[in-house]
């Protein structure tokens, strides 16, 4: 069900109605979605009482990140929390990235989310990836290419194993400042910590 509500997500423009019959598929991950929503338009006159009114009011890429986080917590129940805010904070990171690579940001979040997928869903990439309609370049980026999304999410890895040489070197073949890289992951690390509380 999961494999199936990321290829929903992958799509442009998300399908609504697929991706709310996907999340009315799972209790816990409704109540998530709903959760977030309410939590994220708290200016919103009255609550949002439906999956199908929180997908409407909060836009395409609000969606993908919104029902991407509801699905980590909805995971999180079988899988480490730490586990679940690593696979959040790379999705924000490269999320976050994705203007200074000339990438879509919706793309490089779902690219940080696929990149924890194999752990857990415990499946291997390479099944999870035959199942999912994702670009090539994803794929291939996913698999440790060495393409601009494969460096991205190769930076991320590199960033939270402290290798610093190697970040260095990932930071200047894709043409990034020092300091932007440190500020992005800082705010990633944040907006995970955040997002996994909600």
């Keep these: 069900m999961y494999l199936s509500l990321l290829a929903a997500l992958n799509r442009v423009p998300a399908d609504l109605r697929e991706i709310e019959k996907l999340v009315l598929g799972d209790a816990s991950l409704c109540y998530r979605v709903l959760r977030l929503a309410n939590s994220a338009l708290q200016g919103h006159a009255g609550a949002i009482t439906s999956v199908r009114e929180a997908l409407l009011?909060?836009?395409?890429?609000?969606?993908?990140?919104?029902?991407?986080?509801?699905?980590?917590?909805?995971?999180?129940a079988q899988r480490s929390p730490a586990l679940i805010a690593m696979a959040l904070s790379r999705a924000r990171f490269c999320e976050l990235l994705a203007p200074a690579l000339?990438?879509?940001?919706?793309?490089?979040?779902?690219?940080?989310?696929?990149?924890?997928?194999?752990?857990?869903?415990?499946?291997?990439?390479?099944?999870?990836?035959?199942?999912?309609?994702?670009?090539?370049?994803?794929?291939?980026?996913?698999?440790?290419?060495?393409?601009?999304?494969?460096?991205?999410?190769?930076?991320?890895?590199?960033?939270?194993?402290?290798?610093?040489?190697?970040?260095?070197?990932?930071?200047?073949?894709?043409?990034?400042?020092?300091?932007?890289?440190?500020?992005?992951?800082?705010?990633?690390?944040?907006?995970?910590?955040?997002?996994?509380?909600?």
């Design 57 to 76: 009011m909060v836009g395409d890429d609000a969606v993908r990140r919104m029902v991407t986080v509801a699905m980590a917590g909805a995971l999180a």
């Design 102 to 198: 000339g990438e879509r940001p919706a793309q490089l979040y779902l690219l940080g989310i696929l990149s924890l997928l194999d752990v857990l869903l415990e499946t291997s990439m390479s099944r999870i990836l035959q199942t999912l309609p994702v670009s090539p370049e994803m794929k291939s980026a996913l698999q440790g290419d060495h393409s601009a999304l494969g460096n991205a999410l190769e930076l991320v890895r590199c960033l939270e194993c402290c290798d610093w040489r190697q970040c260095e070197d990932l930071q200047h073949s894709l043409g990034l400042a020092e300091g932007a890289i440190a500020s992005i992951y800082l705010d990633s690390l944040r907006w995970a910590a955040a997002m996994a509380r909600a």
